[in-house]
């Protein structure tokens, strides 16, 4: 499976969910190829996905928040996990190809996720060639239509 | 012989303190500092973090729901923070107030603090953000960034010195 074809499974898969995307590849691809008002795209941040996504579920519990990082990102913001278990409602999930593609492809170290947060992590192999993609939009508009979506679903 | 330099409490400060941050907060994301301890045990609502970047971005989460989360770390986490401070507050134009300690700056602090008591308000400074002075103004202080942090949207440090609050 490809990463966008990933990315879209997740994204039909919970409907009603906020999406945080992480920077790098998945967020320029997702924008270019999916772009909906309910996921927010990082361009910046390396590792910080996962922090957004739960400050978000621990502040509203009726909230179902979808993260998705890439593998190397998920390594850089992995000390945060231990706040994984405070958040029932958030999905982690991970999409590894132990490569850091959109730098040029270097190997990364391979992802190892202790027992204890194994049931709240989902670790998905994606395969193929990264697509040209622009820059996702402006961070404002983003923003705005993120939390356009919140606002009109009742979220905020 | 140089002169030794002393932070004084601030009267009532840390009551005053606790409750501002009750009223006005949903909640706060910190790394625990000894300058903060006697603070974080008077919060109520609040989530210890592994890094200072990571309660950086918890607290941009809650902004993006219209919830403000206070963060607190020591002087030493801006490092961890800079990046994401700018790719999270700052690249979306969204507000948020930092508690920092300013470790390092008494005499007798251990050597490892030094450096970050000579270099953080010159840090946050050449970083295009605003701080004001807890040692100066008091709780004024912690108004004055709260407003500048959620009505103009910038992001604002509030830097306290050992003695403030802690002793």
């Known amino acids: 499976m490809n990463r966008i074809s990933a990315i879209k499974n997740i994204t039909n898969q919970n409907p009603n969910s906020a999406i945080i995307i992480s920077n790098g590849l998945s967020s320029r691809e997702a924008n270019y190829f999916i772009n909906n008002n309910r996921t927010f795209y990082m361009l910046h941040a390396m590792g910080e996905a996962l922090s957004i996504g739960m400050g ?85 508009k983003i923003k705005n239509k993120f939390k356009n979506w919140l606002k009109i679903n009742n979220k905020i | 012989m140089k002169k030794t330099k002393i932070f004084y409490k601030k009267r009532s400060s840390l009551i005053l303190l606790s409750q501002f941050v009750d009223k006005n907060f949903n909640n706060t994301f910190y790394v625990p500092d000894s300058i903060f301890t006697k603070l974080i045990k008077k919060i109520s609502k609040k989530t210890i973090c592994t890094r200072e970047n990571h309660a950086i971005s918890m607290s941009f989460g809650s902004k993006l729901l219209e919830k403000k989360s206070l963060v607190i770390m020591q002087n030493s986490g801006l490092g961890l923070s800079i990046d994401s401070i700018i790719g999270t507050f700052h690249l979306y134009s969204e507000g948020c107030l930092i508690f920092i300690s300013n470790r390092g700056r008494l005499p007798w602090e251990e050597i490892q603090h030094k450096k970050w008591g000579r270099i953080t308000k010159k840090l946050i400074k050449s970083l295009g953000f605003i701080f004001f002075d807890f040692n100066k103004d008091g709780l004024k202080a912690v108004k004055k960034g709260y407003n500048v942090a959620f009505k103009k949207n910038k992001v604002v440090f509030i830097v306290f010195e050992r003695g403030n609050i802690d002793e």
């Open chain 1, 56 to 140: 978000m579920a621990m502040l509203n519990k009726k909230l179902r928040v979808v993260v998705i990082d890439g593998d190397y990102n998920a390594i850089m913001g992995s000390a945060s996990w231990h706040n994984l278990t405070a958040c029932k409602n958030l999905k982690y999930f991970i999409l590894s190809n132990r490569l850091s593609q959109t730098t040029g492809s270097q190997k990364v170290p391979s992802l190892s996720v202790p027992t204890k947060f194994k049931k709240y992590i989902n670790i998905i192999s994606i395969k193929g060639k990264k697509f040209s993609t622009p820059n996702p939009e402006s961070p404002t």
